[in-house]
Protein backbone atom coordinates (compact mmCIF):
# COMPACT_ATOMS: atom_id res chain seq x y z
CA UNK A 1 0.00 0.00 0.00
CA UNK A 2 1.35 3.42 -1.06
CA UNK A 3 -0.54 5.41 1.44
CA UNK A 4 0.30 7.12 4.42
CA UNK A 5 3.68 5.25 5.12
CA UNK A 6 4.67 7.99 7.49
CA UNK A 7 2.57 6.61 10.29
CA UNK A 8 3.03 9.17 13.13
CA UNK A 9 1.84 6.35 16.09
CA UNK A 10 3.83 2.90 15.02
CA UNK A 11 1.62 0.51 16.68
CA UNK A 12 -1.33 1.61 13.94
CA UNK A 13 0.75 0.41 11.60
CA UNK A 14 -0.69 -3.25 11.99
CA UNK A 15 -3.90 -2.04 11.72
CA UNK A 16 -3.84 -0.03 8.98
CA UNK A 17 -2.02 -3.08 6.72
CA UNK A 18 -5.17 -5.47 8.33
CA UNK A 19 -7.89 -2.65 7.46
CA UNK A 20 -6.77 -2.08 3.85
CA UNK A 21 -6.95 -6.04 3.12
CA UNK A 22 -10.26 -5.60 2.63
CA UNK A 23 -11.07 -4.54 -0.86
CA UNK A 24 -13.92 -2.10 -0.36
CA UNK A 25 -11.20 -0.55 1.86
CA UNK A 26 -8.51 -0.70 -0.03
CA UNK A 27 -10.32 0.82 -3.06
CA UNK A 28 -11.18 3.68 -1.26
CA UNK A 29 -7.50 4.19 0.43
CA UNK A 30 -6.04 4.09 -3.65
CA UNK A 31 -8.47 6.25 -5.11
CA UNK A 32 -6.95 9.13 -6.32
CA UNK A 33 -9.74 11.99 -5.35
CA UNK A 34 -9.44 10.44 -2.39
CA UNK A 35 -5.55 10.64 -1.87
CA UNK A 36 -5.79 14.87 -2.86
CA UNK A 37 -7.61 15.02 1.12
CA UNK A 38 -3.51 15.21 1.87
CA UNK A 39 -3.29 18.59 0.16
CA UNK A 40 -6.08 20.67 2.92
CA UNK A 41 -5.33 21.42 6.45
CA UNK A 42 -7.99 20.20 8.83
CA UNK A 43 -7.56 20.66 11.78
CA UNK A 44 -4.45 21.97 13.45
CA UNK A 45 -1.45 20.62 11.21
CA UNK A 46 -3.51 17.47 10.51
CA UNK A 47 -4.38 16.79 6.92
CA UNK A 48 -7.73 15.95 6.01
CA UNK A 49 -6.26 12.47 4.96
CA UNK A 50 -4.84 12.08 7.89
CA UNK A 51 -7.19 12.95 10.01
CA UNK A 52 -9.98 10.57 7.81
CA UNK A 53 -7.76 7.53 7.87
CA UNK A 54 -7.06 8.26 11.68
CA UNK A 55 -10.70 7.99 12.33
CA UNK A 56 -11.06 5.20 10.52
CA UNK A 57 -8.31 3.24 12.11
CA UNK A 58 -9.73 3.82 15.52
CA UNK A 59 -13.38 3.50 14.01
CA UNK A 60 -12.29 -0.06 12.84
CA UNK A 61 -11.00 -1.23 15.83
CA UNK A 62 -13.54 -0.27 17.42
CA UNK A 63 -16.65 -2.04 15.67
CA UNK A 64 -14.42 -5.27 15.62
CA UNK A 65 -14.53 -5.22 19.37
CA UNK A 66 -18.26 -4.71 19.45
CA UNK A 67 -18.90 -6.60 16.79
CA UNK A 68 -20.23 -4.49 14.17
CA UNK A 69 -19.79 -4.21 10.57
CA UNK A 70 -16.12 -3.57 10.56
CA UNK A 71 -15.79 -2.29 7.09
CA UNK A 72 -18.85 -0.76 6.39
CA UNK A 73 -17.74 1.91 9.65
CA UNK A 74 -14.12 1.82 8.20
CA UNK A 75 -15.36 3.49 4.93
CA UNK A 76 -17.87 5.66 6.77
CA UNK A 77 -14.86 7.32 8.74
CA UNK A 78 -12.27 7.31 5.36
CA UNK A 79 -15.26 8.74 3.46
CA UNK A 80 -16.88 11.44 6.53
CA UNK A 81 -14.98 14.42 5.55
CA UNK A 82 -14.52 13.91 2.01
CA UNK A 83 -14.54 17.68 0.74
CA UNK A 84 -12.03 19.58 -1.45
CA UNK A 85 -11.42 22.84 0.04
CA UNK A 86 -9.81 24.62 2.98
CA UNK A 87 -12.71 25.28 5.66
CA UNK A 88 -10.84 28.10 7.20
CA UNK A 89 -10.02 29.86 3.93
CA UNK A 90 -13.10 28.67 1.46
CA UNK A 91 -15.86 26.35 0.68
CA UNK A 92 -19.21 26.66 2.13
CA UNK A 93 -20.49 29.54 4.94
CA UNK A 94 -21.24 27.43 7.98
CA UNK A 95 -19.17 24.14 7.15
CA UNK A 96 -19.93 22.24 10.44
CA UNK A 97 -23.67 22.18 9.25
CA UNK A 98 -22.74 21.88 5.29
CA UNK A 99 -19.49 19.55 4.94
CA UNK A 100 -21.32 16.43 5.93
CA UNK A 101 -23.74 16.89 2.21
CA UNK A 102 -21.10 17.65 0.58
CA UNK A 103 -18.75 14.55 1.65
CA UNK A 104 -21.63 12.48 0.93
CA UNK A 105 -22.59 13.81 -2.61
CA UNK A 106 -18.25 13.39 -3.36
CA UNK A 107 -18.69 10.01 -2.01
CA UNK A 108 -21.75 9.03 -3.73
CA UNK A 109 -19.57 10.17 -7.24
CA UNK A 110 -16.94 8.28 -6.63
CA UNK A 111 -17.83 5.14 -4.47
CA UNK A 112 -21.03 2.89 -4.63
CA UNK A 113 -21.69 2.93 -0.80
CA UNK A 114 -24.19 0.88 1.10
CA UNK A 115 -27.11 2.22 3.93
CA UNK A 116 -24.39 2.10 7.05
CA UNK A 117 -21.83 3.93 4.83
CA UNK A 118 -23.64 6.83 3.74
CA UNK A 119 -25.64 7.36 7.24
CA UNK A 120 -22.17 7.88 8.91
CA UNK A 121 -20.76 10.33 6.62
CA UNK A 122 -24.11 12.22 6.56
CA UNK A 123 -24.98 12.18 10.65
CA UNK A 124 -20.67 12.32 11.84
CA UNK A 125 -21.38 15.99 13.17
CA UNK A 126 -24.35 14.76 15.69
CA UNK A 127 -25.26 16.67 17.77
CA UNK A 128 -24.18 19.98 15.65
CA UNK A 129 -26.36 18.36 13.01
CA UNK A 130 -29.63 17.40 14.79
CA UNK A 131 -30.63 14.05 13.10
CA UNK A 132 -28.85 11.15 15.53
CA UNK A 133 -26.98 8.26 13.62
CA UNK A 134 -29.03 5.23 12.96
CA UNK A 135 -26.96 2.36 13.16
CA UNK A 136 -23.81 1.47 15.94
CA UNK A 137 -20.80 1.75 13.44
CA UNK A 138 -22.45 5.23 12.35
CA UNK A 139 -22.28 6.18 15.92
CA UNK A 140 -18.63 4.61 16.73
CA UNK A 141 -17.63 7.38 13.16
CA UNK A 142 -19.62 10.22 15.22
CA UNK A 143 -17.96 9.16 18.58
CA UNK A 144 -14.22 8.28 16.71
CA UNK A 145 -14.18 11.52 14.57
CA UNK A 146 -14.35 13.57 17.97
CA UNK A 147 -12.08 11.68 19.60
CA UNK A 148 -9.39 12.13 16.67
CA UNK A 149 -10.47 15.88 16.67
CA UNK A 150 -9.40 15.91 20.13
CA UNK A 151 -5.87 14.44 19.51
CA UNK A 152 -4.88 16.51 16.35
CA UNK A 153 -5.91 19.73 17.68
CA UNK A 154 -4.18 18.74 21.42
CA UNK A 155 -0.73 17.52 18.88
CA UNK A 156 -0.74 20.60 17.02
CA UNK A 157 -0.34 23.01 20.33
CA UNK A 158 1.83 20.55 21.55
CA UNK A 159 4.04 21.28 18.84
CA UNK A 160 3.43 24.78 18.78
CA UNK A 161 3.99 25.02 22.61
CA UNK A 162 7.42 22.99 21.68
CA UNK A 163 8.17 25.19 19.01
CA UNK A 164 7.65 28.80 20.97
CA UNK A 165 9.79 27.29 23.97
CA UNK A 166 12.53 26.41 21.92
CA UNK A 167 12.38 29.59 20.03
CA UNK A 168 12.98 31.40 23.71
CA UNK A 169 15.61 29.39 24.37
CA UNK A 170 17.88 30.13 21.40
CA UNK A 171 17.08 34.10 22.29
CA UNK A 172 18.28 33.52 26.18
CA UNK A 173 21.57 35.01 27.16
Given at each position: ?5 Q ?6 K ?82 G ?11 R?L ?63
Open positions: MKIYSITYPYRGLLQEMSQHPSIAEILDNGEFRKLARYRHHGFVSCLDHCIDVALLTFSLAVKQGCDSVSAARGALLHDLFFYDWRTGGPRLHFRHPAIALANARFTLNSIEEDAILRHMWPLTPVPPRYRESMLVCYADKAVTCRDYRDSVRGAVSAIKKSFQKTAP
